[in-house]
């Protein structure tokens, strides 16, 4: 999933938070979010227990500070969510338009055809 385009329209800027859902809006725990480093400078080592505070809970919410995925050169936040079994979720969302609660809707991997077509 990519979500393109930033704009400026302002919102209130509260420690956002983002809801991890599945195609039928079931809360995907344990998915992980990291920095899109396309747009980053730097890469870091997670220890498992930053690994834990960026992952979603039962109820399929991680709690960030946003701000440690923005990209100064044109104000969004560039980010990706993984988790086993589910395509990776590549977004990016404008600083102004991020709402305090960002729901990213994850789909399952595609099984590999069976050999023989089946």
């Known amino acids: 999933m990519?979500?393109?385009?930033?704009?400026?329209?302002?919102?209130?800027?509260?420690?956002?938070r983002i809801l991890v859902v599945d195609g039928a809006g079931t809360p995907i725990p344990g998915a992980v979010i990291y920095p899109d480093y396309e747009y980053s400078s730097s890469q870091k080592t997670y220890t498992k227990d930053d690994l834990d505070a960026l992952s979603s809970d039962a109820q399929g919410m991680i709690h960030v500070d946003l701000d440690d995925f923005l990209w100064d050169k044109d104000g969004c936040y560039h980010f990706v969510i993984r988790r086993a079994g589910y395509d990776a979720a590549t977004m990016s969302v404008s600083k102004d338009l991020a709402p305090p609660v960002l729901r990213v809707v994850m789909a399952l991997k595609a099984?590999?055809?069976?050999?023989?077509?089946r």
Do not use: H, K, Q
């Open 2 to 16: 990519l979500a393109p385009g930033c704009g400026s329209v302002a919102a209130p800027d509260t420690g956002s």
């Open 111 to 117: 099984s590999p055809a069976a050999p023989g077509g």
